[in-house]
């Protein structure tokens, strides 16, 4: 198949990826928010009933898959074009990496 298929797919796996990410989160800040201000569980539709988060971490760890699964065709069929550069660590330092135009797989991902 071709590349852009498999580009197309990671793309949207990850996109689908940071959306159950800030569904779990808010659950998590849903029930912060519950135990510093000592509301009772009956009280709140989200704190009993857990199931959608269960839901959402399964999907995660099958997106993850879906998503190395991606990575793995990418890294065989693209003409790699590397290039170099910099990425910012925090504010004073950053580290210099090499990775490819066409997939952004960077040469440890792509092999290790
Ligand atoms: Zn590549």
Do not use: P, W
């Amino acid at each position: 198949m071709d590349i852009n298929f498999f580009l197309f797919f990671r793309k949207k796996y990850n996109l689908m990826l940071s959306s159950i990410n800030f569904i779990i989160d808010s659950y998590d800040e849903i029930k912060d928010y519950q135990l510093r201000n000592n509301i009772e569980g009956d009280s709140v539709i989200f704190t009993k009933d857990q199931t959608i988060k269960r839901n959402c971490i399964m999907e995660k760890i099958q997106i993850l898959n879906l998503i190395d699964i991606c990575n793995s065709h990418i890294k065989n069929i693209c003409n790699h074009e590397f290039i170099d550069d910099n990425i910012d660590i925090d504010l004073d330092n950053s580290q210099a990496i090499t990775y490819c135009r066409i997939c952004e797989l960077t040469e440890d991902e792509i092999f290790k």
